[in-house]
């Protein structure tokens, strides 16, 4: 089965298996000694994930809770602010998103090719901790002093920044359902796990009706709600498509897979429904999300905390384009010498690649507390809502699709071309 063939090196294989194990001499102290030794790049990652939410929640004080503060608002930068009445808001989130991305860039240019450990810039990654909390410091206080015409055109680059971080998340969690795919047909697990995938996937197929009948009734009561009808209709199709394509006998996808895309694409439909703002008429509760409640605070924070795990996942997953380079190169007929065998001194994950992901990370939490538009007003704690956030949401959506069928069908158009040229 074309789909399920390739190496096992995506996000769910390696990430756990690859680098943990790949030197005894990073368990052999106490937590304490290996952070302060720097000798764990795996607990490194943890301390940038901590990084990096304290950044999102100062990004939100930035918009909600800091606008009454005089002081900053008389710094420099914030002088000539044009964002509405309050100088910070959508302006003092740009800004700390842009202390995030410097520090996270810096250390993506420091590290970046970084490949076994124990070398200076493994070091550098995995301690000298005082010195980048320091460097940290400095560069989240440095944005408020820029003018404010500067900090509009980050806003701009945020938003190319913003879309590629999608873009690698998308082929990330594709990438995932790819290994997963692959790990149940494999041998071992064919004959005995078919009731398993059968019961997951059925699950699956399960969930995403329920969701797209809930959807109906949540976000298209009235027959005069063509958009969202078209939206919540469209995405019913798109999992009539991936379904299709992959039960198509030259393909032979199976079904596990496109059912989990489908919980995908279906999570991304209802978030772009629900990401329209507030007072629309199509959002039966909308009525209530003029309301700050308990509800509307767990949600957030919940949301705060689905952005740093989304990156800090992402992150690690450097291997996750190796699916599209291994579909490519089987299209275009590249050949290519097998990779070497990884040596028990390699990097457990991509250093670069994982500074880059939270650097584009900073530009996303950005774009959806301010709602992918610098000069719109955002009710306090809401987050990623507007008539742009849910058109982002559906265009990702469609793209997950295209690039899901792209990998179903890459291998039969290369066999195609062989066929051709014979």
């Excluded at 999608?166 to 004959?191: G, H, V």
Aim: hydrophobic share 45%; proline share 3%; charged share 15%.
């Amino acid at each position: 089965m074309e789909f399920g063939e390739g190496n096992n090196s995506s996000s769910g294989g390696t990430n756990h298996s690859c680098g943990e194990s790949s030197s005894k001499e990073l368990y052999s102290s106490s937590w304490w000694s290996q952070f302060r030794n720097v000798s764990n790049p795996w607990m490194a990652r943890y301390v940038y994930g901590f990084i990096f939410l304290v950044a999102n929640l100062l990004a939100w004080a930035a918009r909600d809770e800091l606008t009454s503060l005089k002081a900053l608002t008389q710094m420099k930068g914030l002088r000539g602010c044009k964002v509405g009445k309050d100088c910070l808001g959508a302006d003092g989130v740009l800004r700390v998103s842009f202390g995030c991305f410097l520090f996270f860039m810096i250390m993506y240019w420091s590290t970046a090719g970084t490949s076994k450990l124990k070398e200076g810039r493994d070091r550098w990654h995995s301690g000298w901790w005082l010195v980048k909390i320091i460097l940290w410091v400095i560069i989240t206080i440095f944005p408020f002093y820029l003018p404010s015409e500067f900090i509009e055109v980050y806003g701009q680059v945020a938003h190319f920044g913003a879309g590629v971080f999608l873009l690698i998340q998308l082929i990330s969690i594709i990438s995932f359902i790819r290994w997963l795919n692959d790990y149940f047909i494999t041998e071992k697990y064919a004959e005995r796990c078919q009731i398993q995938v059968m019961l997951f996937a059925t699950s699956a197929y399960l969930i995403c009706l329920v969701g797209v009948i809930l959807m109906y009734i949540w976000y298209a009561p009235q027959p005069s709600c063509l958009l969202n009808l078209f939206f919540i209709t469209w995405t019913l199709v798109l999992l009539q498509v991936m379904t299709s394509v992959s039960l198509h006998p030259k393909v032979n996808g199976g079904i596990l897979s496109p059912g989990l895309m489908g919980l995908y694409v279906v999570f991304l439909c209802w978030s772009a429904v629900r990401s329209e703002p507030v007072g629309n008429s199509c959002v039966a509760k909308a009525d209530y999300a003029y309301e700050t409640d308990w509800q509307s605070i767990i949600s957030f924070v919940v949301a705060i905390l689905a952005i740093v795990i989304a990156t800090f996942s992402t992150g690690i997953d450097s291997k996750c384009f190796q699916d599209l380079e291994y579909i490519t190169d089987r299209m275009l007929q590249f050949r290519k010498e097998d990779a070497p065998a990884e040596e028990e001194d390699d990097v457990p994950y991509g250093y670069g690649f994982f500074h880059f992901v939270f650097a584009t990370g900073a530009m996303y939490f950005a774009m959806l507390l301010i709602g992918w538009n610098s000069h719109h007003s955002m009710k306090k704690w809401t987050i990623d809502v507007g008539w742009t956030s849910a058109y982002v949401r559906i265009v990702n959506e469609w793209l997950a699709v295209c690039v899901y069928l792209w990998m179903l069908l890459a291998p039969i158009i290369r066999k195609s071309r062989q066929s051709d040229s014979t």
